[in-house]
């Protein structure tokens, strides 16, 4: 008998599509089939049967292949995705299969490696005679000693790289055997844990007693106030439970240090899943977490799709870290789908920061959220003292006020450590002609082109376009050419000629693309070999440098006058967790900010006051404003080669979105973006903002019935982008 099924396939068509069935195996939800589409062969993700269609039956085409007999996603994951597909009106096809790692996508078989393990079966102690060969004799101490217990391959490498011929030899002498079983990874802790503070005690137990329950907790802590200490208590407990915790970081590969301490102290089948993984590993780790075989899962923002049949506790740390939020193809924020999947699932979730989300804070007022404060920092540590230092008529070297080289003399004397905080990489974000006033700028974006002096090149930081740095003007020819402005490059430089004998460590995405460049560095600052740190945001994260002393900020100011409606919120935060960073230890911290805005209300409230202070004045400004999150958004944007077209397609837009007439809905624009050139194409936007969720997203829904069919929309390439991060 044949059946109908209807299948999602990865298109950026806002449809279905339906095939027939007529074999015996069943075909079930979640499950991947190859199918015909067009002239290729594509696999798409079954999502049940129907009982009729609207297409023709001799148009009807088979499906061709069922790879999946069990559902690949489950059901819970279908229901996240499907809902996540209409709110952010993305595709259902694509949202389906950026749950999928790579190679599944491609359609390789769902089924976790197996590896050799080798258990001992001869006597006890091991016989005299295997002294004879070297290798032998400790292979075969390693496995008795493990008393019945097997070890797997990489355990005897490390007794010897020849381990391979002495096993085989052990294995014929009867004394081991061999075993093929699932590689599923088994971690060791190897460190204890330390008595919790009052605070951290109070967090830890109000977690535990709600695991079965699907309360919302942000954890409020300062930062060094141990609140990575909370999240490992909260797991061993739902490991003790049976249940799988799932925990998300903003990026991984800038913090490897976060998943040895994870490592250091769990038991168990502990995965991570982010892009520094290759496609074998990753797809590996995702089965451990899809089979339930994992207790632990760690990864960045799309482990949030990663299926967990246990699933019982959601962590998502430095939750207001803006990488949760996908900034291309499916826009999903990853924070916001964990708040959804945590209630789908009956499971506590814990959001923590030292800066909470606005977004956060508003969902503790209005009491949807339990707060876990921690106000003190762990062990010894004492919170930084933070000072603004006006630089308003003072004498500059390369950036650097007189105090700052002082203040880090200072500290290099008192076998302190020091981070330079610049949010710029390069050695001059302009180069200025000094007769004609011209700057270098990109061909391709409208954008200044940044000095790479080492290279002695000029780069784009927006499109990545690149060429040789001029000898002269490229307007007027002179040779007169100023390098205006400061990038890490740059004040690494002055500093090395200011303390000729200090080791340097530069972090920045420059100085840390090689692989294993970042490791490297990171080992530098957190040994304290390296006395000065000089880097972006990058050194903003997370980290823990026993030695550091002093933090100096450099370009504080940038952040008050920024476009966006998220620019103070975001340099506020961008403050508080670079300057979290000194201090973490024993010797207490000293954060200095150069500003020429000494009197910036909204910077002597941060500094003087603190976060929750800060936080409620800005979002006190963002409720007048009725901008998120006391109100909802969405940006739609739209690009092409012609300049006209975005414009042109956005009002088409504009005039379906009229005929909903569906009231509270304010459509602005369209507008060009802030940046209307970028990467050779000409960049329009519309903003659409309501005090409903419910029109924004009505509105949404209605126009992306109707949007694909709009003679404008295949002269652009437009998306739709809802709760934007930025409206860039
Ligand atoms: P946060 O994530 O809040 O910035 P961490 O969890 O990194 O803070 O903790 C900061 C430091 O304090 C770490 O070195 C950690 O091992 C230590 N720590 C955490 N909790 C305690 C505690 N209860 N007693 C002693 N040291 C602690
Ligand atoms: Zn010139
Ligand atoms: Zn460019």
Redesign the pocket.
């Known amino acids: 008998m044949s059946r109908l099924v209807q299948v999602a396939i990865p298109t950026p068509l806002y449809r279905l599509f339906d095939y027939n069935w007529s074999g015996d195996a069943p075909i079930v939800r979640g499950a991947r089939v190859g199918v015909p589409f067009g002239r290729r062969q594509v696999i798409g993700i079954v999502l049940g049967e129907l009982e009729s269609t609207q297409v023709p039956l001799n148009k009807l085409r088979a499906v061709q292949r069922i790879i999946d007999d069990v559902p690949l996603i489950p059901a819970d994951i279908m229901d996240l995705l499907s809902w996540a597909s209409r709110y952010y009106h993305h595709p259902l096809g694509e949202v389906l299969m950026s749950a999928l790692p790579s190679r599944l996508r491609k359609g390789q078989a769902a089924d976790i490696a197996e590896r050799e393990f080798f258990v001992w079966t001869g006597p006890v102690p091991v016989p005299e005679s295997l002294q004879s060969a070297r290798v032998q004799y400790q292979i075969a101490e390693y496995l008795a000693n493990l008393g019945g217990k097997s070890a797997a391959a990489d355990a005897l490498v490390r007794i010897s790289p020849r381990w391979r011929t002495s096993i085989a030899s052990l294995i014929k002498k009867q004394m081991v055997v061999c075993e093929r079983a699932l590689h599923i990874p088994d971690n060791t802790s190897n460190a204890s844990a330390?008595?919790?503070?009052d605070e951290?005690k109070h967090a830890v137990d109000l977690i535990v007693s709600a695991l079965n329950s699907d309360q919302r907790f942000l954890l409020n802590?300062?930062?060094?106030?141990?609140?990575?200490?909370?999240y490992l208590r909260s797991i061993e407990a739902a490991s003790a439970k049976g249940l799988q915790s799932l925990v998300l970081v903003p990026e991984i590969s800038l913090t490897p240090q976060l998943m040895s301490?994870f490592e250091q102290r769990l038991d168990g089948c502990l995965v991570s899943l982010h892009s520094g993984l290759n496609d074998t590993e990753r797809m590996q780790n995702w089965l451990c977490a899809a089979q339930g075989y994992a207790n632990v899962v760690i990864g960045t923002r799309s482990s949030i799709l990663a299926p967990m049949p246990h699933l019982g506790l959601i962590i998502v740390?430095e939750e207001h870290d803006g990488s949760f939020k996908q900034q291309d193809g499916f826009r999903y924020h990853a924070r916001d789908l964990a708040l959804l999947r945590a209630r789908a699932c009956k499971c506590p979730i814990v959001l923590?920061s030292?800066t909470p989300s606005f977004e956060s804070l508003n969902n503790v007022a209005n009491g949807k959220f339990i707060e876990l404060p921690?106000t003190q920092?762990?062990?010894e540590?004492v919170p930084p003292t933070l000072a603004l230092m006006d630089i308003r008529r003072r004498k500059l070297i390369e950036g650097l006020s007189d105090r700052m080289i002082e203040a880090i003399k200072k500290h290099l004397d008192n076998a302190g450590q020091a981070l330079i905080f610049i949010n710029r990489r390069g050695f001059a974000p302009t180069l200025l002609c000094n007769d004609c006033g011209a700057a270098a700028d990109c061909r391709r974006c409208d954008a200044h082109m940044t000095v790479h002096a080492r290279h002695n090149r000029l780069r784009c930081h927006h499109c990545g376009s690149e060429r040789a740095m001029p000898t002269g003007c490229e307007s007027c020819g002179s040779v007169e050419l100023d390098r205006v402005g400061y990038g890490t490059e740059r004040i690494a430089q002055a500093l090395s000629e200011a303390f000729p004998d200090i080791l340097i460590a530069r972090i920045d995405r420059d100085s840390t693309r090689r692989k294993g460049a970042l490791e490297q560095q990171l080992d530098l600052a957190t040994s304290g070999e390296a006395r000065i740190l000089v880097g972006t945001q990058m050194l903003a994260k997370?980290h823990?440098f026993p030695k550091l002393t002093l933090v100096g900020i450099l370009d504080a100011d940038r952040g008050l006058f920024g476009t966006d409606f998220r620019s103070l919120e975001n340099m506020g935060q961008l403050i508080l967790q670079v300057a979290?960073r000194a201090g973490?230890?024993k010797n207490s911290g000293t954060v200095m900010i150069q500003t020429r805005n000494p009197d910036n209300p909204m910077l002597q409230t941060l500094i003087n006051d603190g976060y929750p202070a800060f936080a409620s004045v800005a979002m006190g400004e963002r409720k007048l404003a009725q901008l998120p999150p006391y109100s909802f958004m969405a940006l739609i944007r739209a690009e092409a080669a012609d300049g006209r077209e975005p414009h042109r397609f956005l009002l088409e837009v504009v005039e379906t979105l009229k005929n909903y007439n569906v009231g509270q809905l304010d459509v602005l624009g369209p507008v060009p973006a802030p940046m209307e050139k970028l990467g050779g194409r000409f960049r329009a936007q519309l903003l659409l903002q309501s005090n409903l969720r419910s029109t924004l997203n009505d509105s949404l829904t209605r126009l992306c019935n109707v949007i694909d069919g709009l003679s404008g929309a295949r002269r652009c390439r437009w998306s739709i982008d809802v709760d934007p991060v930025d409206l860039f």
């Open positions: 330390p008595v919790l503070a951290q802590g300062v930062t060094g106030s141990g609140k990575t200490e909370v301490r740390d923590g030292a921690l920092r762990a062990g540590a997370g823990h979290g973490r230890e």
